[in-house]
């Protein structure tokens, strides 16, 4: 069966489309603001109403930005983390205590994006959540696509493989631009479940991995970086 990926966004900030035989999904939204643009890209594709799920990768303000709008315009099922539903209620990012970056200028766009808000969200009835590596919406559609638990960046962070192709839609659970040393998320929560996360998309030996930010790139990537964090300096937030 055959998922075809399309991208409308650009190398700062990916927007992901799978087509497939049950509708389209879109992974994630783009910044507040930004919806009207997204619609134009879009429909260069396929007409809106063709969007029949909104997959969420997490919930930062560059992902959710017009989540409401798009759902309102598409009537699209939401796809999300059990565990993103507090942090789309509160309509900003959240910042735990704890949080690193892996760069000196990660650090200082992150200070500019610390108390970023976005609409906020409440799913209604036909929202699918996800609570458990059993719940695999897309498999029980007889689609190739299964929901990976990709925590780390952050605690609800998520992500898609496709399993005919091996291509793994990560969100920012990896990254490929000048502010992401090594593959890695800019921003970590947690780091010890971050490299958790990439241990479990090498047991899948994957083909190519799909970051939100930066350009696709190989799987073994990974593997090369893998171990990056154990030896890295790292900058720890302050208060």
Known sequence: MQI??????NPSLRNYLLETPEGWIALDTGYPGGFANYRKRLERHTPISSIRYVFLTHTHNDHTGFL?????????????????????????NVMPDGIVYTSRGARLLARATR??????????????????????PFLALG?????????????????????????????????????????????IEDTTAF???????????????????????????LLKYRHYLDHAKVFVRKS
């Open 4 to 9: 075809k990926i399309h991208e409308i966004g």
């Open 68 to 92: 409401k709008e798009l759902l309102e315009q598409t009537r699209a099922q939401l796809v999300v983390n059990e565990a993103s539903l507090p942090r789309l209620a509160a309509g900003v």
């Open 115 to 136: 108390h970023a808000s976005f609409p906020p969200v409440s799913p209604d009835e036909t929202a699918i959540i996800i609570k458990s590596a059993e719940d695999q």
């Open 143 to 187: 689609l190739p696509i299964r929901v990976l638990h990709l925590p780390g960046h952050t605690a609800d962070s998520i992500g898609l493989y496709l399993e005919e192709t091996g291509e793994i839609l990560c969100g920012d659970a990896a990254a490929n631009f000048f502010l992401a040393p090594a593959r890695h998320a800019i921003l």
């Open 195 to 221: 490299g958790a996360s990439w241990d479990a998309m090498l047991a899948l030996h994957p083909a190519r991995v799909y970051p939100s930010h930066g350009n696709p790139f190989p799987a073994e990537d």
